[in-house]
Structure formats: C-alpha cells, structure tokens
C-alpha cells in the first residue's frame, strides 16, 4: 500500500497534468475535466486495480499461490448468507496492515453490487466499474 503522503502528491501531480491537456486555470475544479476526458484519479485507479485483481480471484483465474491468500467466509460459519462465498478480510494484528490489499481487497469486493460481481468477462468489469466510479466525479 502506498502512504497517503505520497498519493497526495502524485494526486496534485495529476491534477496538474489534467488542467494543463484541457488548457485550464490552474485553479479549475478538477472533477469535471476527470469525468469529461474518462480519467480515473489516483486513489481510484489503486482501488480499481484491487477490484480487478478480486474479481479474478472470484474466477479462479490467479495463480493458485495469490488464490490461497484468500479464504471463503464460509469457511468461519455455516450461515447460508448472500456473502458466503465472498473472500474474507484476515485477522489483522497491526494497524499499517488494513492498508494492504489483503485487507482492502475483501472490503472493497463486499461493496460491490452483484451485478458487478457477475461479469461475464474481464474486459466488461473493468468497464463497468470505471464507468460506476467516474459517473460519481
């Protein structure tokens, strides 16, 4: 996980670079000129990468080593819930580790609408979450 200092910089970094391709003050609201051109920022291209990367978990399409870091919540209780089958979150024992993607991961997938989750393809998640994320800018 990256440290919020170093986002907030590459975030003023691209905030920068967006106002200088659309020839606006330096002072323009950033989130239109986002939307417009279809550009994630920074903290939603890390989250977008994590969803990816959950959903080929969902698929079984990672390497079996990256599909062990997971466990079903099944696995905890027999509850016949809607999330039985979603990954859970490890037990973490030290704070830096709910930044990592071992814990984001799970948390971030349980946001998901199911819709979503039911992708039939790679490519149609991707588009459909960089869609849900920018229709919010």
């Known amino acids: 996980s990256m440290q919020k200092g170093n986002i907030r910089g590459l975030f003023k970094s691209q905030k920068k670079a967006i106002r200088s391709i659309q020839n606006v003050k330096s002072n323009t609201p950033?989130?239109?000129?986002?939307?417009?051109?279809?550009?994630?920022?920074?903290?939603?291209?890390?989250?977008?990468?994590?969803?990816?990367?959950?959903?080929?978990e969902s698929k079984n399409i990672l390497p079996k080593p990256l599909l062990d870091l997971f466990v079903p919540n099944m696995i905890h209780h027999n509850y016949n819930t809607r999330g039985r089958h979603d990954p859970r979150a490890p037990h973490r024992s030290y704070a830096p580790m709910d930044k990592s993607f071992l814990c984001q991961g799970p948390t971030l997938w349980s946001h998901l609408s199911q819709e979503l989750k039911s992708s039939p393809s790679i490519k149609s998640f991707c588009r459909r979450v960089k869609k849900n994320i920018i229709k919010d800018y």
């Open 30 to 56: 950033t989130a239109p000129l986002f939307r417009n051109l279809k550009i994630l920022k920074i903290q939603d291209v890390i989250e977008f990468e994590i969803k990816k990367f959950m959903f080929l």
